[in-house]
Nanobody
Framework: QVQLVESGGGLVQAGGSLRLSCAAS????????KAWFRQAPGKEREFVAG????????SYADSVKGRFTISRDNAKNTVYLQMNSLKPEDTAVYYC???????????????WGQGTQVTVSS
């Protein structure tokens, strides 16, 4: 039983863009704080961006500020991550996560999607 499903990953050249989507099954997590994490080979899973249930509060990792934008459409139970000016160091598996409260640590999240691969070539 999968509650969160990511999509939109793929292969893109440096400087390109991708838009990731995270769809919640039903409306179970519609009011939850949503976040994107990523994990590259040999590295720990890191916080990328987060958004409150209303969409009025957002948070970004310093490494993606000015390039990535997180948004959500509660009517569609979907959160998005628009990624622009992609760099090879953005290559990772990207995960969507949900939590009842605001959080930026992966250990605080119990609900995760399966992940979607993003590969940025030089």
């Amino acid at each position: 039983q999968v509650q969160l499903v990511e999509s939109g990953g793929g292969l893109v050249q440096a400087g390109g863009s991708l838009r990731l989507s995270c769809a919640a099954s039903g409306r179970t997590f519609s009011s939850y704080y949503k976040a994107w994490f990523r994990q590259a080979p040999g590295k720990e899973r890191e916080f990328v961006a987060g958004i409150s249930w209303s969409g009025g509060r957002t948070s970004y990792a310093d490494s993606v500020k000015g390039r990535f934008t997180i948004s959500r459409d509660n009517a569609k139970n979907t959160v998005y991550l628009q990624m622009n000016s992609l760099k090879p160091e953005d290559t990772a598996v990207y995960y969507c996560a949900a939590n009842p409260n605001i959080a930026t640590r992966s250990s605080e999240y119990d609900y995760w999607g399966q992940g979607t691969q993003v590969t940025v070539s030089s």
